[in-house]
């Protein structure tokens, strides 16, 4: 999947979780970090922000498509949205449906509650 496409896929996971009131707390951290993650990307270009509280997943997918490039997803953002996905479909997750492989990337780190101090010179 490719990194935009996995973000918006999350978005939309992380909105229509929810509206249904169900959401556990570790989906709705991760809908509310991812979010405001995508709105700092879409700040730092001039964009709106508002954009990410869209929960028509359709809307969300011509919104950011066309302001989000594959290079716009850093690390972090790839985490924050494989977490949510993972979450709110497990079964999905399971099934190797949000794989994201991370090339030529520095300090990236995969897990729950990760805490680590990176450097780089």
Sequence with gaps: MEPVS???AALAAGATTGITNVAGTAITEAYNALKKL???KL???GKDPAVVNEKDPEKLKVDLGGELTDADIDDTIRVVATELLKNADPA???AG?????VENSKGTVVGDHATITQTFN
């Design 6 to 8: 996995l973000v918006i």
């Design 38 to 40: 995508i709105g700092g």
């Design 43 to 45: 700040a730092e270009k």
């Design 92 to 94: 999905g997750s399971q």
């Design 97 to 101: 449906k949000y794989v994201v492989t």
